[in-house]
């Protein structure tokens, strides 16, 4: 397994920005976000492999993903925030069987990095 590190959360007005890093101590083709709100199932926010990107629906056009496979990166820049974007966000990598956005699909997962948006 890799070791995946996040940064960049924080709190945020709505209808601001923020960019999260996930950078992973090996190299990875898939590299992938999901989030989790408190008593809420972890969904798919978005995914990158060989710089083709997946979105999962509540994302509504607001946030790109990117991936710098020369630091074994990926980024997820969020705009247009809105308070129900308001959880914990994970980076995952090492894709297995599955589809792209389903969290079983990924074997290795980071601690975590909160974002919080208030109205």
């Known amino acids: 397994q890799v070791r995946l590190v996040e940064s960049g959360g924080g709190s945020v007005q709505a209808g601001g920005s923020l960019r999260l890093s996930c950078t992973a101590s090996?190299?990875?083709?898939?590299m992938a976000w999901f989030r989790q709100a408190p008593g809420k199932e972890r969904e798919g926010v978005a995914a990158i492999v060989t710089n083709s990107p997946w979105y999962g629906d509540l994302t509504k056009g607001r946030f790109t993903i990117t991936q710098d496979s020369r630091k074994n990166s990926v980024y997820l820049q969020m705009n247009r925030l809105e308070p129900e974007d308001t959880a914990m966000y994970y980076c995952a990598a090492q894709k297995v069987d599955g589809h792209i956005l389903d969290p079983q699909s990924y074997k290795s997962w980071g601690q975590g990095t909160q974002v919080t948006v208030s109205s």
């Open positions: 090996g190299y990875t083709t898939y």
